[in-house]
């Protein structure tokens, strides 16, 4: 079974600096996209930033030039850079994974998403 494990969240003031990482493991035959979710108090889930398997990213508008996302699929991470955070940031992060976990889905083109169980992010002074 594939596991998603998050992990470096915390409290940090404005304008500092955080890094969340992502390490997955299981029954995985090819990783293709990952990313990073948010969920504020109140607010929507919100769509962080992505990677594909190629490495092409996308963020949200709303960090476009403070976060980076990266992958090193030979350790089977995905992290989240956040610099500049602003209180607004404050957020649970979850880390997801696109990933094959079967020939048979390898075959199809069709991954499997799989979610952590979230890590608390929390800028404020």
């Known amino acids: 079974q594939v596991q998603v494990v998050e992990s470096g969240g915390g409290l940090v003031q404005p304008g500092g600096s955080l890094k969340l990482s992502c390490a997955v493991s299981?029954?995985?035959?090819?990783?293709?996209?990952m990313g990073w979710y948010r969920q504020a108090p109140g607010k929507e889930r919100e769509l962080v930033a992505s990677i594909t398997s190629s490495g092409t990213t996308s963020y949200a508008d709303s960090v476009k030039g403070r976060f980076t996302v990266s992958r090193d699929d030979a350790k089977s991470t995905v992290d989240l850079e956040m610099n500049s955070l602003k209180p607004e940031d404050t957020a649970v992060y979850f880390c997801?994974?696109?990933?094959?976990?079967?020939?048979?889905?390898?075959?199809?083109?069709?991954?499997?998403?799989?979610w952590g169980q979230g890590t608390q992010v929390t800028v404020s002074s």
């Open positions: 997801f994974i696109s990933c094959f976990t079967s020939y048979s889905s390898v075959r199809v083109g069709a991954p499997n998403d799989f």
């Open positions: 299981g029954r995985i035959i090819r990783l293709y996209a």
